[in-house]
């Protein structure tokens, strides 16, 4: 079983708040933990954070599988979805584009 977590689909909360919504899932038997990333940290410059929180939501979900979502049509520029995505990969080794939940979504330069 799969679940949402850590604020979907903005990803503007918290770490405590995303930790407990994760672990909340794990306990409820989610085997696979679908995160955003907060794209308001990233685009502001605040990577680190960015890479902390994947690295945090990672060991909270235990044994689950975790998967990252870059919502690529937000972070505007090819320099960004490739920032995001090496931070996804180094801190979890597997990312997701995008989600269709957000205003903006894939677009053709960015995702083709």
Known sequence: MASVATS??????SL?????D???AVSAGADE???????????SGR???VFD???????A????????ILETGELVTYDNVRRASWIAM?????????NGQVTVNATLPVDS
């Open 8 to 13: 979907f689909p903005s990803g503007r909360a």
């Open 16 to 20: 405590k708040v995303k930790l407990m």
């Open 22 to 24: 994760v672990r909340d």
């Open 33 to 43: 933990i679908d995160m955003v990333i907060d794209r308001g940290a990233f685009l």
């Open 47 to 49: 990577i680190g954070q």
């Open 53 to 59: 929180e994947v690295v945090a939501v990672k060991e």
């Open 61 to 68: 979900c235990g044994e689950a599988h975790l998967k990252v």
């Open 90 to 98: 180094l801190a979890c080794r597997f990312h997701q584009d995008l």
